[in-house]
């Protein structure tokens, strides 16, 4: 099961608004509503965003919301904050009944 | 409080075996799905394998056939054993419960530090 694919970084001014791409197959992002993005401050646990696409579990801020459109799913993060450079990951469930992580985005606030 | 406290990470040579164990407080390991995720070093995050509250398993494909994920019910602990390790397993190795679907990870413990080297 290979990697979905993310661009390796991003970068915006606070205040802005950014995306993060995950391009999977059909056998993963494409064949199911199962896609979760992951922040990661270095030396930290990940941090479930989002789940099943666009769900926010509690306690996380509206400025994330996520989307998918065929074999692509992605982050956007408005309203930039200094606390929201990090690592991101997405993952997606698979036909295989696995999961399989993104390579990761470092989101750099200018 | 949920909390998981993942131990018994350390350095181990090519070839060898370990055990790592993940104590869980505040819910039943049993009722949920489990899932080990690793991390090597200055890379990115890796699925190791899911325990399905049912009992079924899978395991990444990195993995398999080398490692083995089961649960003790009884000290509400959930376990990996590795087997034959390799170089490229040298990471990070993080337990994590399972949300909604169960593939989505609402809590994590701290980690604990695989090195394989001889």
């Known amino acids: 099961q290979s990697a979905l694919t993310q661009p390796a970084s991003v970068s915006g001014s606070p205040g802005q608004s950014i995306t993060i791409s995950c391009t999977g197959t059909s056998s993963d992002v494409g064949g199911f509503n199962y896609v979760s993005w992951y922040q990661q401050h270095p030396g930290k646990a990940p941090k479930l965003m989002i789940y099943d696409v666009t769900k926010r579990p509690s306690g996380v801020s509206n400025r994330f919301s996520g989307s998918k459109s065929a074999n692509t799913a992605s982050l956007t993060v408005s309203g930039l904050q200094a606390e929201d450079e990090a690592d991101y990951y997405c993952?997606?469930?698979?036909?295989?009944?696995?999961?399989?992580f993104g390579g990761g985005t470092k989101l750099t606030v200018l | 409080e949920v909390q998981l406290v993942e131990s018994g990470g350390g350095l181990v040579q090519p070839g060898g075996s370990l055990r790592l164990s993940c104590a869980a407080s505040?819910?039943?390991?049993?009722?949920?799905?489990m899932s080990w995720v690793r991390q090597g070093p200055g890379k990115g995050l890796e699925w190791v394998s899911l325990i399905y509250s049912g009992g079924d398993t899978r395991y990444g494909d990195s993995v398999k056939g080398r490692v083995t994920i089961s649960r003790d019910n009884s000290k509400n602990t959930l376990y990996l054993q590795m087997n034959n390790v390799r170089a490229e397993d040298t990471a990070v190795y993080y337990c994590a419960r399972g949300y909604s679907s169960g593939w989505n990870f609402d809590y994590w413990g701290q980690g604990t530090l695989v090195t394989v080297s001889s």
């Open positions: 993952t997606s469930y698979t036909s295989s009944s696995t999961l399989v």
């Open positions: 505040g819910f039943t390991v049993s009722s949920n799905y």
